[in-house]
Every structure is written in structure tokens, then in C-alpha cells.
């Protein structure tokens, strides 16, 4: 689908784009805003700490320390994560005060930060250090400082320049040779026009990209034309989807995908004075908006497929704004309900972190703290029922409005996907909101994550998913889609959802059916798990994989699962079946740990097949 299409040509947004000088997304230095009194408190208090910052110099030799031995902290966390969050603090601190105390130390920040070599990160860059004879690559953390920058230029540029004018003309130069020139000379692979689908990264660099046209770029013409430019990348995004807007770079990428899609197009309104409003009316916009509603299971959690954690929050403010913006009720309650339990949560004052990755959407957070604040309690959508046909997902719960009960997600699809699981097939179970049988999510990221070595990690792996293993051989990466005779019904409260899933295996694995049926009875609060396949050769075994936070029992009615704040659900297995139960430990990785502690629990049931193999789990609440 081209959404954009009519912008595709420069002539098209003649008389549209605002002169320069007069891109004003936020209140400037100087001008009324609406933070509350609470907001300038905790913003200046943060600035405070900064005042005096040592601002930590950019070294070559932690910069190679990546190629080296594959570790994005050395220089990352010092230059990248130190700086421009401490710069972000001092910005916010004086858009709080606005008495020039803070201007000083923003001077500081901003020509620390322009004095690096380079703003892509090692991970980015194909070699030890940058290399001046190549083109200028434009990545996330490039553009994401970008973004950072401008809004230091376009809110604060009266009294740096008061100052002196030197700073942000350096600056001025610098966005020049490192953006927009590069952006409007190259075809980058995230673009999606350089013969490679692009992902997250494409409407997560453009939000940062068009911000910085609109501050800088004096040029009515090449202004027109990088909005037309970013317009033609922006459907390379959007034409991945299919028309139910799934994410199937899970919820933990919606924030990074759809979510950016949305800050591209507030950004394009800003710039045109409302010429993309209309593109919110569209039904696509609308189902890339709710899939995070869709993937909500309750309270704090969600569907965790592929990339992402456990634990992970999701942006309260930039729901409940893309829901006023599609017009969204279930997304506007949605928004203030997770605005409620983080505050809770923190104990009583939401703990803001600035978003140095996307400035322009921290800038809208904090812009949108007191209306949030004013909007009342908000609401879970906690839809009874879900299917999404193009993602092949499902979600279903007992009683829809209520945590009480099962919660089922289930999911098919395919293996070849950015942040990728190898987990077709694989599922969630909750009882009465807690988990009960979960997806183990994201570890670290390391120079393994995102290279041909990625399926090494064992995270990645269908052993470590709620899957089958077949003799000895768990799922792999297929470029064609593996799934076959998808199906989803839905008749007098009972939910069934099927896929052959063989093809997701290797020819070692030597399986070539497996039907793989879930089956939601809510008359019968249960949930029916039947596995029905055929192999090749004449003797196989078979191992089920369950994993758990809690240990499993096994009691002689099955395996029992201990809900931490809901009922225990018990298993039944078939009597042929052996059952053994692992301690999976989470391998010293610090966001498994952060997720889990120290280990989860692998139930595995195992059996010994001729050349049909079936088997059937009932899981109910005890």
C-alpha cells in the first residue's frame, strides 16, 4: 500500500512545507509551556547534577574495542549513552528554569558531542574506526543524535547564539556533511530502495532525519524534496505489513516501528501545518496503531515474541497521543491506564528517562505529562479474542474486560524476519494474570545478536521456545514461509487455531507433517494443546518443551505449574510420555537476569514414535 504516494513529487508539497525558521513541533526557550510544577522540580533536579559534568572524551582505541572483542559498552556507553543523556538533562532542566543557568554546561554538551569523529556506533561501522574515503553512513545512533541536537538549536538558539553564534553555525555545518547531504545523495539499505527490506530502523532514522531538515534546511526546493524523499521511504516501511498491522518484530520493536511511523507522520503535519493529518483516518494507520493493544496480556506484561524482554515498558504517552490521533478510544484509555501503573509503580512520580534516540517523541512526552495527568484512570483493553491473519497471532482469554482465567497467545508466521526467533508455533499461558508458561525474550545485545552467528544464542533458538524437538533437531531459519493450512475459528466461546509448522524444521529433523492444534474452551476453562505429524524414517523421539518461571511438579494427574499470583495450572499429559524437568540457567546474561534472576524451568516431555506421532496436553486451573 502507498499511503504517501501523492507526496512523492516535490512540486506536490509546494506552498506546504513551513518557511524555515518557523518549525516550532514545541515551545521554545522563553515561551510558556505546559510542564507542571512537579515535572520543573524533577527536570531541574536532574540538570543539577550536571552542572559541572566531566565530559568524558571519545577514544579510538575503545571505538575498535568492538571489532576487537564485541563489546558495544567500552565506547557506547561512555560516549554515546554518558553525553547525550547528560545533555538531554541539562536541556530539560533549562527548559524547566528557563533563567539561562543551565546554557553554559548545554554549550559544553552540544561541542563535546560535535567534536566526535563520528556519531555511528561501532556496532554500525564496518570497520575498526570510520573510514573518511567511504560515503557517510547515517544510522540509528547518527541520526538519533541529529534529532538530539536540533531541538538543542531549535528551543535554545536565542541564548546559546547570545553566547556566541560560532556554536550552532558549527553546528549548522556539521548537520550539512553528516546528514542531510548524505541523506539526499545515498540510497541507505534501510531505505528499502536499495534492493534490501528495510525494518525498524527506516521511520526511526526519518523522524530524526525530517526534524533535521526542518530546523536547518533554508532551501524551500531541497526542503520540498527530502519531505518527498522520506515519503517514498516511509511506504518502503509501511508495505511490509499486512492489512491487520501486526508487528512481527514483536511488541518490544512496535515503539521503534509503528510507533516511529507515527512521530514521521506528526512531524510531517508539523511540517505541512496538518497537509498528513488526513493519513491518520486510514485503516492501516489505525491497525499499526492498536497491535500493542492486541499484544497486551495485562498489567505490565506482554505477547514478548522475537526481540523482546520480559520486563519492557511501553510508552504510555505515545499510546494515549496515537489513539487521540486515530481516534482511538481502547488506545486513549490504554495509554493513561499504563500512565497509571508506572506512576504506581515508582512510587507515586513517574520517573522520566530521556529518549536520546528520539528526542522529538521525549520532547511530546514531556509536552503531553499534565494532560495525561488530568485524563482519569484509564482502562486495559484486554480484548476477549484476537486474531491477527496476515501475522498469523492469537491472543484469548477467558472473560474479555477481566485478567481472570486463561490467557492464551499463540503464533505462526515465519523465520526470516528482523529480530527473529526461530518460534513458529510457540506460545504463552497466563492464569489469572501471572505467568505460567512464558517466551524466554531478548538477552544482550553483543556483535553476535545481528550477525551470522545469531542462532548460536541460544534465546534465539526453538529449543528454548514452547516447541517441539525432533530427533535432536529444533526449528531453523527458512527464506520461504514455512507455515501451512493456517486456520482460525471461533464459534460458542470456543477458539481453535491451527499450522502445520514441519517445514520450519531441517530435513535432519526428518519430520514432514506436524498439524499443531490450540484448542480455548471457555465453558470448560481449559486449554488444548493436540500435536499430530508424520515422519520420514520408521523411529523417532520427540521432545515437547515447556518453559516456566516457577518449577514445575510433576504429580501423578501431570505436570503442575505454579501461578505466582493467580490459580496453578496442572498439565495433563498422556500416560506413554515421559516427563523430566531442567533448570534452564539464563547463562550470566544480565537482561535474562534482569527478566528471570538466575534461571527458568524446562519441562520436557519425551516419547518414542514410529512414523506417525500424536499427543495431546489439557491444561486447566487448580
Not at 553525553?83 to 532542566?93: P, V
Not at 553555525?169 to 547531504?181: D, F, K, T
Not at 522520566?352 to 520532547?363: G, S, V
Not at 516431555?605 to 500424536?614: P, R, W, Y
Request: charged share 25%; aromatic share 12%; hydrophobic share 35%.
Amino acid at each position: 500500500m502507498k499511503l504517501l504516494q501523492a507526496y512523492y513529487a516535490p512540486e506536490s508539497l509546494r506552498g506546504k512545507v513551513v518557511p524555515w525558521g518557523e518549525y516550532r513541533p514545541f515551545p521554545r526557550y522563553g515561551e510558556k509551556n505546559p510542564l507542571t510544577p512537579e515535572q520543573k522540580k524533577q527536570m531541574i533536579s536532574c540538570g543539577e547534577a550536571y552542572l559541572s559534568y566531566d565530559w568524558p572524551v571519545a577514544r579510538a582505541t575503545d571505538y575498535m574495542k568492538f571489532k576487537t572483542c564485541g563489546d558495544r559498552g567500552p565506547y557506547e556507553g561512555k560516549n554515546y549513552t554518558f553525553r547525550r543523556n547528560a545533555l538531554s538533562c541539562l536541556m530539560d532542566a533549562e527548559y524547566a528554569e528557563q533563567q539561562g543557568r543551565f546554557i553554559p554546561a548545554i554549550i559544553d554538551g552540544v561541542w563535546a558531542i560535535m567534536d566526535e569523529a563520528t556519531w555511528v556506533v561501532p556496532a554500525h561501522n564496518g570497520d575498526e574506526l570510520p573510514d573518511f574515503d567511504k560515503p557517510w553512513f547515517i544510522d540509528l545512533f547518527s541520526a538519533g543524535t541529529a534529532g538530539l541536537l536540533a531541538d538543542a538549536y531549535n528551543l535554545f538558539k536565542e541564548p546559546i547564539d547570545a553566547v556566541s553564534p560560532l556554536v550552532l553555525r558549527r553546528m549548522e555545518r556539521l548537520m550539512e556533511e553528516r546528514i542531510m547531504a548524505p541523506f539526499m545523495q545515498n540510497l541507505y539499505w534501510w531505505s528499502g530502495l536499495a534492493g534490501r527490506d528495510t525494518c525498524n530502523w527506516g521511520p526511526w532514522i526519518l523522524s530524526n532525519v525530517l526534524t533535521v531538515f526542518g530546523v536547518f534546511c533554508k532551501d524551500e526546493a531541497r526542503r520540498n524534496a527530502a519531505v518527498s524523499f522520506a515519503c517514498l521511504q516511509l511506504d518502503q516501511f509501511i508495505k511490509l505489513y499486512g492489512e491487520d498491522g501486526g508487528c512481527d518484530e514483536g511488541p518490544g520493536y512496535w515503539g521503534h516501528a509503528a510507533a516511529s511511523l507515527f512521530d514521521c507522520l506528526c512531524i510531517l503535519s508539523d511540517l505541512t501545518r496538518g497537509a498528513f493529518d488526513n493519513l491518520f483516518d486510514e485503516p492501516l494507520v489505525r491497525n499499526l496503531a492498536e497491535y500493542i493493544c492486541h499484544a497486551h496480556i495485562g498489567g505490565e506484561y506482554f505477547a514478548n515474541y522475537e526481540d523482546a524482554r520480559f520486563h519492557a515498558r511501553v510508552s504510555y504517552d505515545l499510546v494515549y497521543r496515537f489513539g487521540k490521533k486515530i481516534k482511538s478510544r481502547m488506545m486513549e484509555q490504554f495509554g493513561v491506564a499504563l500512565y497509571r501503573l508506572y506512576t504506581e509503580k515508582d512510587g507515586g512520580t513517574l520517573k522520566t528517562t530521556p529518549n536520546t534516540h528520539a528526542h522529538y517523541r521525549y520532547m511530546s512526552q514531556l509536552c503531553s505529562f499534565a494532560e495525561l495527568d488530568a485524563a482519569g484512570e484509564g482502562a486495559f483493553p484486554l480484548e476477549e479474542s484476537v486474531f491477527l491473519p496476515q501475522l498469523e497471532m492469537i491472543a484469548e482469554r477467558q472473560t474479555g474486560g477481566s485478567t481472570q482465567g486463561l490467557y492464551l497467545s499463540a503464533k505462526a508466521g515465519r523465520n526470516n524476519i528482523s529480530h527473529n526467533h526461530n518460534d513458529i508455533g510457540s506460545f504463552m499461558l497466563f492464569s489469572d494474570g501471572s505467568p505460567v508458561l512464558v517466551d524466554i525474550g531478548s538477552g544482550q545485545y553483543t556483535s553476535k545478536t545481528f550477525s551470522d552467528s545469531r542462532y548460536e544464542i541460544f534465546w534465539t533458538t526453538g529449543a528454548y521456545h514452547n516447541l517441539p524437538v525432533f530427533n535432536g533437531v529444533d526449528q531453523k531459519v527458512c527464506i520461504e514461509k514455512e507455515t501451512r493450512g493456517v486456520s482460525y475459528e471461533k464459534n460458542d466461546g470456543v477458539t481453535v487455531f491451527s499450522a502445520d509448522i514441519a517445514r520450519c524444521y531441517p530435513a535432519s529433523a526428518g519430520v514432514t507433517d506436524w498439524q499443531r492444534t490450540f484448542t480455548f474452551d471457555r465453558a470448560q476453562n481449559c486449554v488444548q494443546l493436540e500435536d499430530k505429524g508424520a515422519f520420514a524414517q520408521d523411529e523417532n523421539r520427540v521432545e515437547w518443551m515447556f518453559l516456566s518461571p516457577v518449577c514445575p511438579i510433576v504429580t501423578a494427574e501431570g505436570v503442575l505449574f505454579r501461578a505466582e499470583n493467580g490459580r496453578d495450572v496442572l498439565m495433563a499429559v498422556p500416560d506413554s510420555l515421559t516427563v523430566d524437568v531442567q533448570e534452564v540457567g539464563t547463562q550470566g546474561d544480565p537482561t535474562l537476569e534482569e527478566n528471570w534472576g538466575k534461571c527458568l524451568y524446562r519441562t520436557v516431555v519425551s516419547a518414542k514414535t514410529g512414523k506417525e506421532a500424536q499427543a495431546e496436553f489439557v491444561f486447566e486451573q487448580v
